[in-house]
């Protein structure tokens, strides 16, 4: 056996025990945040993901909703994803504070729903984490309603910032980091890179 080969059985024994010992089945919760790139779109990777596994997923935008992104485009006619775009945009845009709380109990509203439906394997709330930021909603609710979603069900909220009662009951939390960004560069934001 060769040097590589006895390090690729150590690192296979490693993975292999701890392979072994995740024996827990359930949906999970998982939080995409940081100033990067990238938390939507990784969102709709999985979320492809699970279409790919026959799974039923829903989509819930509490921000976006002025243009349409180049994901809905794509995944608009999928028989099952229901795509729900709630917002009225980014709120230094819409500069109407009643108008944006109303949007986000709305778009609450139709996301409570869905996690009390045992139908869907998988429900996205894309920019959610900014309501809790601007004080449009209550945590509470919301961590009571992910802890009573169906036992199978996964849940992915994306945003910059998250709530500390989020990330005490998430079973994953990405950071996504940003070093560079070519807008700051002076490059225009174009379709199908940033929307």
């Known amino acids: 056996m060769t040097d590589h080969q006895r390090r690729m059985q150590r690192k296979k ?14 949906g999970v919760l998982i939080l995409l945040k940081g100033n990067g790139k990238g938390k939507s ?15 039923r997923c829903a989509v819930i935008q509490f921000i976006k909703g002025r243009r ?5 485009l794509f995944f608009r006619d999928h028989p099952r994803l229901d ?40 429900i996205v709330l894309d920019e959610m984490s900014y309501m809790f930021k601007y004080g449009y909603l209550d945590t ?22 998250m709530a500390t009662p989020l990330q005490e009951i998430a079973d994953t939390i990405s950071i996504v980091q940003d070093e560079r960004h070519a807008f700051r560069g002076g490059v225009k934001a174009q379709a199908g890179i940033e929307y």
Request: hydrophobic fraction near 35%; glycine fraction near 10%; proline fraction near 3%.
């Open 140 to 161: 509470a609710p919301v961590v009571e309603a992910l802890q009573r979603r169906p036992a199978h069900q996964n849940v992915i909220i994306t945003g910059r910032t």
């Open 41 to 55: 779109s990784s969102a709709f990777g999985t979320m492809a993901r699970s279409l790919g596994h026959g799974q």
């Open 83 to 122: 795509w729900h775009i709630m917002g009225h945009g980014f709120t230094w845009e819409t500069q109407d504070r009643e108008r944006d709380i109303e949007a986000a109990e709305a778009a609450w509203a139709v996301a409570k729903g869905l996690l009390e439906n045992p139908e869907y394997g998988l």
């Open 13 to 26: 024994d490693v993975v292999d025990e701890r392979i072994s010992q995740a024996t827990q089945e359930r």
């Open 68 to 72: 349409e992104t180049g994901e809905y």
